[in-house]
């Protein structure tokens, strides 16, 4: 998403929101969902106990910045975060 009043400290809050509640969903569908994918079935989820999640990367634009270079460091920032394993938020 693009927060063009944001701060960086802005930003990665709201990343950090998205992402608990992103780990939040996934721990209830493990909790609903059985071994054999059914709904309310009994033992361990198909998936694990957390069978999705997210990572974020953030970035804030430097003035005088190209687009491209702002979007280049949100992404090696979200290469980071994926590294880093499932729920974390990385700045670049």
């Not at 400290?9 to 990343?15: F, I, M, T």
């Not at 909790?31 to 804030?60: K, L, Y």
């Not at 430097?62 to 880093?84: H, Q």
């Amino acid at each position: 998403a693009v927060l063009p009043d944001a701060s960086l400290g802005d930003a990665e809050r709201l990343a950090r929101r998205a992402v608990a509640g992103v780990a939040e969903a996934a721990h209830a569908f493990g909790e609903r969902w059985g071994a054999d994918g059914a709904v309310g079935a009994s033992g361990a989820a198909p998936f694990g106990a957390a069978p999705f999640g997210v990572s974020a990367g953030v970035a804030a634009h430097r003035p005088g910045e190209a687009p491209a270079e702002w979007l280049a460091r949100a992404d090696a920032a979200l290469y980071r975060a994926k590294r880093a394993g499932k729920g974390t938020v990385a700045t670049g």
